[in-house]
Nanobody
Framework: QVQLVESGGGLVQAGGSLRLSCAPS????????RAWYRQAPGKQRELVAL???????TYADSVKGRFTISRDNAKNTVYLQMNSLKPEDTAVYYC????????????WGQGTQVTVSS
């Protein structure tokens, strides 16, 4: 079963930067969107950034201008560059791939903790 492997989380001071990475354990065909979500304690999971196969991006209002989602086709990896981090960005971050091939694709990573100290 294909898995999404995330890395790059950690502890950082407010104003700092982190880059999250997410790669599948094997090649997946038919991916339409790659996205990052986050879930803070006691809150619902929310969309942070989304990248379509055509290159269009969508960002949560709270991260616009600070976060950038990108993709390295050669490495089959999606990234989330997070700059000017704030304590309210503290959450578990999950990557998600969706699409359609022989069946519907909806795969989640295991999550990586991002903690921003004030």
């Amino acid at each position: 079963q294909v898995q999404l492997v995330e890395s790059g989380g950690g502890l950082v001071q407010a104003g700092g930067s982190l880059r999250l990475s997410c790669a599948p354990s094997e090649t997946i065909f038919g991916i339409n969107t790659r996205a990052w979500y986050r879930q803070a304690p006691g809150k619902q999971r929310e969309l942070v950034a989304l990248l379509t196969k055509s290159g269009s991006t969508t960002y949560a209002d709270s991260v616009k201008g600070r976060f950038t989602i990108s993709r390295d086709n050669a490495k089959n990896t999606v990234y989330l560059q997070m700059n000017s981090l704030k304590p309210e960005d503290t959450a578990v971050y999950y990557c998600n791939f969706q699409g359609q091939f022989t069946r519907r694709i909806d795969i989640w990573g295991q999550g990586t903790q991002v903690t921003v100290s004030s």
